[in-house]
């Protein structure tokens, strides 16, 4: 007979992939493992609640986040600015890593956005690795072809990583020193819909009439998952195909989840990029 390895001393029923028996079908389930999650209470129940860290402390968690030591004048800088804006906890975990990243790790971690990006250290701060990059506006003193340099934010690093290294993303978020910079270039213009200020081929009646046959054809069934469907998607893209626009033979019936996810997903003929490639 198997223990369970969660502390219960309960027959074992299930095994997990990381090798562990458990009596539940889920760790958490278990007895034990109940015990100690209410032992880890927020709130004013919490033994550290309303525990405020000493200068040491908190010297030593931001050298361990940031890699360098913070004053406590920039600290209380830092904190006035987040008061009271949510991030998502995703976003907030990536910044902490970028952080703590170096020129070494990053060209390590993100090989494609290393070629494509050129960085170094600001020469002006020696030890500090402060990573530094070009603005994208050919015009600007910042920019390669000026051979300048500029320190962007955190938030301009993750966002320029996550749309050079992820799928979804559009190979935009160029860097920029300024609001001035990103107005005045034109790169930064080709990021907006071409067909933005393109009269509609129909009219939101004839629209309306167009989704409710479709919508009735199918019998308010989605097409992709088979749930109830509210929306109608054009198979063939109006702005490539503005004489299909009322054909119901374009309509695909679906939900609102699989119109964005099957229909309107990026890198498909339907996105935005895609269109903008065919017209030029």
């Known amino acids: 007979m198997k223990i369970c390895d969660y502390g219960c001393n309960k027959e074992a029923k299930y095994q997990f992939k990381n090798g562990k028996w458990c009596c ?16 880890r209470t927020t709130g004013r129940k919490n ?31 830092i904190s006035k600015k987040l008061k009271g804006k949510k991030q998502d906890g995703k976003v907030i975990e990536k910044l902490a890593l970028l952080r703590r990243l170096t020129i070494k790790k990053i060209r390590k971690r993100y090989p494609f956005f ?34 300048g340099w500029f320190t962007p934010t955190r938030i301009q690093l993750y966002e320029r990583i996550r749309q050079l290294e992820n799928e979804d ?33 129909y009219t939101e009646a004839e629209r309306q009439l167009w989704r ?9 069934i ?4 088979g749930k109830e469907a509210i929306c109608a998607h054009h198979e063939k893209p ?12 374009n309509g695909i019936s679906c939900c609102e ?11 498909t003929e339907c996105s935005t990029g895609s269109l903008a490639n065919k017209l030029c």
């Open 24 to 39: 539940s079908s889920h760790y958490k389930i278990c007895p034990a493992e109940k015990e100690r999650c209410k032992k």
């Open 47 to 77: 033994p550290f609640y309303n525990k405020k860290h000493s200068e040491k402390s908190k010297k030593k968690i931001t050298e361990k986040l940031t890699g360098r030591v913070l004053s406590s004048e920039t600290r209380n800088k």
């Open 114 to 147: 290393s070629q494509i990006e050129e960085m170094r250290y600001n020469p002006d701060k020696p030890g500090e690795k402060e990573i530094q990059v070009h603005c994208k506006n050919h015009l600007c003193p910042n920019s390669k072809e000026k051979g």
């Open 169 to 201: 993303g559009n190979g935009g978020s160029y860097f920029y020193c300024s609001e001035k910079c990103k107005e005045i270039c034109p790169l930064y213009k080709l990021t907006f819909d071409p067909f933005k200020e393109s009269q509609s081929p």
């Open 212 to 220: 409710q046959i479709v919508l009735e054809r199918e019998e308010y």
């Open 222 to 225: 989605c097409e992709y998952c």
């Open 238 to 249: 109006v702005k490539t195909h503005p004489h299909l626009a009322l054909d119901p033979d």
């Open 257 to 267: 989840k699989c119109h964005y996810k099957y229909g309107h997903k990026i890198a």
